[in-house]
């Protein structure tokens, strides 16, 4: 697995989410963000979790799920490079309504709902 550190300005500022931001918002966004190398099979969050932010995936893949009452998988979609999820159920102050699950070995960036929450007081 890589373990050199990305550039998380330059990542997030290649992104459609945040293309829009200045060079200040892009630093803070980042200080705000933590990156997460998860192996494969590695659950991010499970459905009823609370939401403490969203996730990009900057390599690998993550899969969200959820169990039926009779045990059995649904996957509802398959995250890649370049996607994030979890920005919606962020707004909702509700739990997570599916469980994420690494595919394979993967790094994202976990971005606090603190510091998105900030930025939109600071400009809505």
């Known amino acids: 697995m890589l373990s050199t550190p990305i550039k998380t300005q330059a990542?997030?500022?290649?992104?459609?989410?945040?293309?829009?931001?200045?060079?200040?918002?892009?630093?803070?966004?980042?200080?705000?963000?933590?990156?997460?190398?998860?192996?494969?099979?590695?659950?991010?969050?499970?459905?009823?979790?609370?939401?403490?932010?969203?996730?990009?995936?900057?390599?690998?893949?993550?899969?969200?799920l959820f169990v039926t009452p009779q045990g059995d998988e649904k996957v509802i979609e398959i995250m890649g490079p370049g996607q994030s999820f979890g920005e919606a159920i962020m707004f909702t102050d509700k739990p997570y309504p599916v469980t994420a699950q690494a595919l394979v070995d993967s790094m994202l960036l976990h971005v606090s709902r603190d510091v998105v929450f900030d930025e939109i007081d600071r400009d809505p």
């Not at 989410?17 to 200045?22: G, K």
């Not at 659950?43 to 900057?58: A, M, T, Y």
């Open 11 to 64: 990542f997030l500022r290649n992104l459609p989410l945040f293309r829009e931001l200045a060079e200040e918002e892009i630093d803070r966004v980042a200080a705000g963000s933590k990156e997460l190398r998860v192996r494969r099979s590695d659950v991010l969050f499970q459905k009823g979790d609370p939401s403490r932010g969203f996730h990009i995936v900057v390599y690998g893949q993550v899969k969200l």
